[in-house]
């Protein structure tokens, strides 16, 4: 079964952050975790508040967990606000439902993690994941 491996998890946060300071976003945290949602790799910029690390994660771990991006998330959410209430209760505060993640895949289309950002808007936090998935090689969703 194909795995996401820390080269291309660090490789997603270096191309992450640098996409960051070329679009001047304000200091963010990059998260990306593995297909069972443990943190494979993590940077947060200096002068990104104490909470970005969680809020990145969190984004992160809400896209794994649904399969899909943390912008359809957040759409679903509005549309059932008690259902995605509840899912945050279940994931133990964990579960994030903000634009600013996407589920990572291979070529092939398997799932092999999720990469969220937190510190920019969550339109900045997205691209700055999509850029570093698609330098490691990889697709998103």
């Not at 679903?76 to 994030?96: E, H, S, T």
């Not at 999720?114 to 999509?130: F, M, P, R, Y």
Request: proline share 3%; glycine share 14%; hydrophobic share 45%.
């Amino acid at each position: 079964m194909p795995r996401l491996t820390l080269a291309q998890a660090n490789k997603i946060v270096e191309t992450a952050l640098a996409k960051a300071r070329e679009m001047k976003t304000k200091p963010l945290t990059v998260a990306v975790l593995d297909d069972a949602g443990h943190v494979k790799a993590l940077q947060r910029e200096d002068g990104a508040n104490m909470f970005r690390n969680d809020i990145a994660i969190g984004k992160a771990w809400a896209a794994l967990g649904m399969g899909a991006s943390s912008r359809t998330l957040l759409q679903r959410a509005k549309d059932n606000p008690q259902f995605y209430g509840a899912l945050a209760a279940v994931g133990q505060g964990k579960f994030v439902p903000q634009t600013g993640a996407v589920v990572i895949k291979d070529k092939e289309g398997n799932v092999l993690g999720s990469a969220g950002g937190s510190g920019g808007t969550g339109d900045e936090d997205e691209a700055v994941c999509i850029a570093g998935v698609e330098a490691a090689g990889l697709s998103w969703g």
